[in-house]
């Protein structure tokens, strides 16, 4: 059977040491409910810190087996582990950070070694139990150096991540010393999820400007393997809350809970004590709708359940003491012998008793400051059996993306959130069924069940992409072939690029030389008798002949209007450079406005480079500089060509294909090796015969038979033919 292992912080269970005996049960979340619907059948295993310190070995094996039999692998952390790694990293870091608290976010390097030696620990242990046809789903912002460190282990493993919190703007992220690290991390996994695209637009953003990679189309090539980047709103398992007011338990505390608060209208608020979920807003907004609205008094009552949760770190005890002290000021202020405003419960209940609060709440008020999704707005709508009741939804939650029907409210905007209190609290009873039933066809739809099964078809699917990509690379064997075929044949045509394939892009084009052992290996290529090694490039003649001044390779330059053949060079065609007047003007109003970027002028053409500029504005410049040049360059007969961070304009009508021609018809060859990295080199492709050897730097779509990683690639490939 196929296995999926599931890797969390923590695992789906309490365990507890009662007298020296392991006490533990399973808490069914949503995650597991979701993971419990794939229609495949998998055997689910879970992975995680068991949250306690067994101090003894006995104990530690105990647990162990005693989890194992439930498929639940425990990874053991050390107090300290837990200290610097969960309460530090996790929660005084990436927690607040990501959640845009800038002024709570701790930037210490012992909280980022711990983090880095507790994602090994967690690696080591699912590397343990791995086995290489199992799906690995690696979850939250605990975990986010995991999937690189895994893909190190287990290069051929289906890797999946999710993020259950928001995805800062890189704003935010730019401001982590170790933000590298951690991009690098989630992209060793095959797919990356996120709730909303907004989150998924921040991160395509971060890894194009911190890792300079270029994400298209929910895709980014890194190295040599495809990472598919998504959004998958989380969802709840509608049904158990949708049914829940008709079990006997429910309908009990439902009744009860009726009689307490008699015909006063009850406004819910459900959160875990966090600074993000806005607790302390939604406070000053009732105290000032009863003082905006004192015919009120009386006749609401606020339900708020915050519960217990990271009490160890310093802001959520500071957090825990206003919250008591506001309660307490608005129940002092306003309670009388037969009201209380506020009623506070600092403790978590169990389902039945929440069921029963979400079906008599009037008014759910969810109003975080930021929130990955927020699943109370959902299971609060989802518990509406009869659609009565009203959502106030924060545009802050990734949830508000899909319930368009709740009151949206911004929460540092207490005006608003009095309005939205005075809305729901009048709202008619039709209307207010109207956007229940709504809200209730989206989250019955989008359920936690779907969740698990998109996150894991699109998994399966950019795995099984990303073998196709495998086929297609030069392995061992292809390597072989081709210096097998190299050897034994007479005739042997090399046709290759320079920039990207021969040398790796640098910020300055001026300073890619050739080294010496690249020079070196080029002219033995190019000096065996029978075989011709020619150069295809863009660059300026000038430029290249100073460089192979002496050297037996041929060479294409400028894009196939100059060449040099056994040291001499030719013009392909009688070209005028008049129109570079017309053009320069043009070009260097974006050079102006778009810093880090020039102009390279070459004999006949010339290229606007942008490799060192902010990756947003270049690719808002590239947009206006084509929407610019586009007529005068159809006007003057010119070309305009895209390549790799490099706009070039260049007369009309030349190209590469001619020379290419030109060199494969000029023998009888037996061996043909093409190779290169950008879209030009595309057409070379094209062109060549079918046994040819073919093949593209870096990955993506092409008309090459192979691909590889690298210029260093390359040159190994090189090397092997002339040893
Ligand atoms: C993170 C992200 C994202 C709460 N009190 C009790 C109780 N709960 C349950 C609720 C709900 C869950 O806890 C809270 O989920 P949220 O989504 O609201 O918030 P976080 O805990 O911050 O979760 C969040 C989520 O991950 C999923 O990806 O939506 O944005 O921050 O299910 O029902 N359940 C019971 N008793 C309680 O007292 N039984």
């Known amino acids: 059977m196929k296995r999926i292992l599931i890797v969390a912080n923590r695992l789906p269970v309490n365990v507890k040491i009662v007298n020296d005996e392991i006490v533990f049960h399973q808490s069914a979340g949503g995650l597991a409910t979701g993971l419990n619907s794939l229609e495949v059948d998998y055997e689910k295993h879970w992975i995680g810190w068991p949250g306690i310190y067994p101090e003894k070995q006995e104990h530690k094996e105990k647990i162990q087996e005693a989890l194992e039999q439930t498929l639940t692998h425990p990874v053991f952390l050390s107090e300290k ?35 880095k030696s507790v994602n090994q620990a967690f690696c080591e242990e699912v590397v343990k139990i791995a086995r290489p046809d199992d799906i690995i789903w690696v979850h939250d912002y605990h975990l986010m150096l995991l999937p690189q460190l895994l893909r190190e282990k287990l290069p051929h493993t289906q890797i999946g991540f999710f993020l259950h919190i928001p995805f800062p703007s890189y704003e935010l992220i730019r401001t982590l010393p170790w933000r590298k690290q951690l991009l690098e991390g989630l992209l060793g996994a095959d797919l990356v999820g996120f709730h909303t695209f907004e989150y998924l637009r921040h991160f395509t953003s971060a890894i194009s400007r911190i890792l300079n990679l270029e994400p298209k189309l929910g895709r980014v090539y890194n190295e040599n393997r495809i990472v598919q ?179 949206c409210i911004n929460p540092n905007d207490l005006d608003s959130i009095v309005r939205a209190l005075h809305e729901a609290l ?24 779907k969740w698990a099964k998109d996150f894991i078809a699109v998994l399966e699917n950019s795995y099984l992409r990303q073998l196709r990509n495998e086929e297609k690379e030069v392995c061992d064997t292809v390597k072989q072939k081709i210096k097998d075929d190299y050897k034994s044949s007479q005739k042997r045509l090399i046709l290759l690029d320079y920039d990207g394939t021969l040398v790796p892009y640098i910020e300055s084009p001026q300073k890619a030389s050739p080294d010496r052992d690249l020079l070196q290996m080029l002219n033995d290529i190019g000096s065996k008798a029978g075989s011709s090694c020619v150069i295809l490039s863009g660059r300026d003649r000038g430029n290249l002949q100073k460089w192979f001044d002496g050297s037996k390779v041929q060479i294409v330059a400028e894009y196939g209007s100059w060449f040099r053949e056994d040291q001499q060079w030719t013009q392909t065609c009688e070209l005028s450079d008049e129109w570079k007047e017309e053009i320069l003007p043009y070009m260097q109003e974006f050079v102006d406005k778009t810093p880090g970027s020039f102009i390279e002028e070459k004999s006949h053409s010339l290229g606007w480079h942008y490799r060192k500029s902010d990756a947003w504005l270049s690719n808002l410049r590239v947009q206006e500089f ?90 190994e490939i090189l090397q092997q033919l002339h040893e």
């Not at 338990?249 to 809970?257: P, T």
């Open 626 to 715: 084509m929407n610019a040049l586009i007529y005068p360059c159809t006007k003057l007969n010119l070309e305009i060509i895209e390549g790799n961070k490099i706009i070039e304009i260049r007369v009309g009508g030349i190209s590469k294909d001619e020379a290419i021609e030109k060199w494969l018809h000029k023998d009888n060859w037996d061996f043909i090796m093409a190779i290169g990295d950008d879209q030009t080199d595309e057409d070379m492709f094209k062109l060549l015969p079918e046994k040819a050897y073919s093949i593209k730097v870096g990955f993506g779509a092409t008309n090459a038979r192979y691909n590889l990683s690298s210029s260093q690639e390359v040159r």
């Open 81 to 115: 582990e837990v200290l610097h790694y969960y309460e530090g990293f996790s929660n005084k870091t990436i927690w607040p950070l990501f959640h845009y608290f800038l002024e709570y976010t701790q930037y210490k390097r012992e909280f980022w070694e711990e983090y």
């Open 426 to 449: 009048q709202m008619p009873e039709e209307d207010q069924k109207e956007r229940m039933g709504v809200m209730q066809k989206i989250i019955r739809k989008q359920s936690i069940q």
């Open 229 to 407: 980047l998504d959004a998958f709103p989380m969802g709840i398992d509608y049904g158990k809350f949708n049914d829940a007011s008709e079990q006997p338990e429910v309908k009990g505390l439902v009744r009860s809970f009726r009689e307490n608060f008699g015909k006063g209208k009850i406004i819910l608020s459900v959160d875990r004590l966090d600074y993000t979920k806005g607790i302390l807003q939604r406070l000053w907004a009732f105290d000032r709708l009863l003082k905006e609205h004192p015919s009120y008094k009386g006749q609401i009552s606020l339900l708020l359940l915050v519960v217990p949760s990271r009490y160890n770190v310093d802001n959520y005890k500071a957090l825990k003491d206003e919250i008591d002290k506001t309660v307490g000021n608005i129940n002092g202020k306003y309670t009388n012998l037969t009201w209380t405003p506020i009623y506070y419960l600092y403790r978590s209940v169990h389902f039945e008793q929440l069921a029963a609060m979400y079906y008599n709440a009037d008014v759910a008020l969810v109003t975080p400051l930021r929130d990955g999704m927020n699943l109370v707005a959902k299971e609060f709508v989802a518990s509406k059996k009869n659609e009565k009741g009203v959502l106030i939804l924060s545009e802050m939650a990734g949830s508000a993306v899909e319930l368009c029907d709740a009151i």
